[in-house]
């Protein structure tokens, strides 16, 4: 059910899941076209249901090179709870693996940092807002 998708095929999702209410532009990511950026989707019934996001990107906070953010990590509303979500961030870490990626890190909505923490993932840090968005910890691994 997981597939690799386009950029454009995220932003319905990102909007709805993460910028509800808010234009399509601020579902664009930077990034989003690299050649080493992936996009993972689950589909159901023709329709894409959750994605997530891969960028190889450095934080400054890991002394460390080729390093990979996931972004963009979300699932519709009623599909929430059914496991989905960490099939993809299952799918995601696949592919970080398979870049060799030392590190892989992001910024977790307070929210979701109880998802991250069952896939292993610990915060790094205290909390900051990201502005119109909410309250953030980093959170990472070691891959
Ligand atoms: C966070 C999100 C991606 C998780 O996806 P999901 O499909 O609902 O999660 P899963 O069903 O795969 O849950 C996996 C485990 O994490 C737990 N979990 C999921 N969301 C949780 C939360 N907010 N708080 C506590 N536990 C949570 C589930 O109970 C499940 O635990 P289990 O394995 O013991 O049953 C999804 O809920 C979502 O899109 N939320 C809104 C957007 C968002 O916050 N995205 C993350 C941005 S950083």
Avoid at 10 to 21: A, D, H, S
Avoid at 76 to 95: H, M, T
Wanted: net charge negative.
């Amino acid at each position: 059910m997981i597939k690799e998708i386009q950029s454009s095929e995220t932003y319905l999702v990102r909007q709805e899941v993460l910028r509800k209410g808010k234009p399509i532009e601020t579902c664009y990511f930077e990034g989003d076209d690299a050649e080493t950026t992936m996009h993972f989707g689950i589909e159901l019934n023709e329709k894409i249901i959750g994605i997530v996001s891969v960028y190889q990107v450095n934080s400054q906070l890991f002394d460390i090179e080729n390093q990979f953010q996931i972004r963009g990590m979300a699932v519709l509303n009623e599909f929430q709870g059914n496991g989905f979500g960490s099939q993809l961030l299952a799918e995601a870490e696949n592919y970080c693996t398979s870049q060799k990626a030392s590190v892989i890190w992001f910024n977790a909505r307070e929210k979701a940092v109880p998802f991250y923490k069952k896939s292993g993932y610990q915060t790094k840090g205290d909390s900051f807002e990201i502005p119109e968005v909410g309250i953030h910890f980093i959170m990472f691994k070691i891959n």
